[in-house]
Structures are given as C-alpha cells and as structure tokens.
C-alpha cells in the first residue's frame, strides 16, 4: 500500500507497457484504465491495481478483455476528454490529466464496514503476516467478481467511443482490413437489433412506428475504405430519432462472438 503512482506515472507505463500502445489514442486508454482502477478517486492507485489491470490485458480471456475495454467506456471510467482526431494523434498534456484524472463522477459503490480497514495486515504493527495478506486479497478478488449481467448498459454516445476505440486498436495489424470489415458488421448488427427493439416497444404504444421507407438502420457496409469517420456517421443516424438507445455488454459479447477474426485479436497472447 505504500507504493502508489499518479495518473502521469501510469501513462508513461502504459505507453512502455501495453501492447495497446500503439494506438492513436492511447492517452485517452490510459487515462479511462487510470479512473477504473482508482476506485476511491483520490488520484492514485497502488501495485495490486496496476497489477490487475494489465494481468488482464495480457493474460485475460477473451471476455475479461472486452469486460475492461466496456468498463473503460462507461462512469466512472469513461470522460469526455474531447474530440480528439485519431488522425492528429493528439497527445493530453500533464496538467489535462490530472484534471481528468480527479473528475468526480458518481456511481453505485459497495458498501464496506469500518472494519474491513482495520483488518488490513499491513496496518498493524510489528512483523506482516504474509499468508493473512495474501488472504484479504483473495478475498478481495471473490468480492469483486462480477456478473457480466450486473453491468450498466452503454449509452449512445458511450457506444460510438467503444466502437472509435475498437478501430484505433485494429490500427496496424496485419488483419486491420478485416477488422475493420467485421466490426462494421458488428457495429449494423447491434444497431439493427435496437431498432427492432424500439419497433417492438411501439406496438405497445399509439406512437407512430417509422415506416421502412424513413427507417435510419444503418447498411452493413464492408468496403476496403471503411474507417472510423464512417462509423461516426453511420451511428449517429439513430441520435436523429428522440428514442434514446443503449446496449447491454451481452449484446456486445454475442455480436463480437459471430466475428471470428474479432475473437482472434483479443485472444491472441502477448
């Protein structure tokens, strides 16, 4: 506990480190993965959390990956930190960080005793009983195991962030061609199913369902020049409609699923 770093340390490491550096927006990866770890937003983390996060972008399965890059795009984790070009490869300064850093953003938090504190074998006194502490971390660890099914659903404009941030990783790999041809069919998939689900919601309802003619799904489009500034404007054709729109993490992970070359990019070792 007494090894901590701020979010200006742990951008220099995940630029070293992550084999996602390579990405035009790394700043804004690391930033996000610098605000999840840092559950009581005190503007550090220690050891075990910076441990976790990259135990997991290296060792994760495929699902524990996605997991973090959807808990990355969502509060407390997610900020606005402005419509950086990918193209620009825009690089936030020292003093944006630690103001993005320190945003408070208020979400559900669990509810710990003030015993679980006091129980930590490290703030005794005297000699550190490492079985105790290795104890409370496995703990730890079975507390904060999570259902996939306990996760908030993704906003819109959530949504389209993921989606820019899946292409800038693609960006580079032998496959990028491919990835970006899958994630686009992933990315009309997900959207057609939501509009289903808004005509199926207006039977219900004496508010007039959009005729075929009007509707705004999106194409499925797989050609070789498909880029991010695409996906913006293809997403963005359902924010004409007043129905707001979200997805769950299952509707992600099932989409994600029927891509195989999606799923060999985020189980590939590193």
């Not at 990405?23 to 910076?50: C, H, Q």
């Not at 990315?187 to 369902?209: A, C, D, F, H, I």
């Amino acid at each position: 506990e007494q090894y901590h770093i701020d979010c200006q340390q742990f951008r220099t490491l995940y630029h070293l480190l992550s084999p996602w550096a390579y990405s035009p927006s790394v700043d804004s990866l690391a930033l996000w993965t610098f605000r999840l770890l840092d559950e009581n937003s005190d503007g550090l983390i220690n050891f075990k959390e910076f441990a976790f996060a990259f135990d997991v972008i290296f060792n994760g399965s495929f699902t524990d990956r996605l997991k973090l890059l959807f808990k990355m795009h969502i509060p407390p984790a997610f900020t606005e930190v402005g419509t950086l070009s990918p193209s620009e490869e825009a690089k936030l300064s020292k003093e944006e960080l630690v103001h993005f850093s320190q945003l408070h953003v208020s979400c559900p938090t669990e509810n710990h005793s003030p015993e679980d504190k006091t129980k930590s074998p490290e703030k005794g006194k005297g000699k550190i009983d490492i079985q105790a502490y290795l104890k409370q971390w496995q703990d730890e660890l079975v507390r904060k195991e999570e259902s996939i099914k306990d996760l908030p659903r993704m906003s819109q404009s959530q949504f389209i962030q993921f989606s820019n941030t899946l292409y800038n990783l693609f960006h580079g790999d032998p496959d990028e061609e491919l990835l970006y041809r899958a994630i686009a069919a992933v990315t009309s998939l997900l959207l057609r199913m939501e509009e289903v689900g808004r005509k199926l919601q207006n039977t219900t309802s004496p508010v007039k369902t959009p005729s075929p003619e009007t509707s705004t799904s999106p194409k499925c489009t797989t050609q070789d020049n498909e880029s991010p500034q695409n996906l913006d404007s293809t997403i963005s054709q359902p924010l004409k409609e007043n129905t707001e729109w979200s997805f769950a993490f299952e509707q992600i992970l099932a989409s994600l699923l029927n891509e195989p070359s999606l799923v060999r990019f985020f189980e590939k070792p590193h």
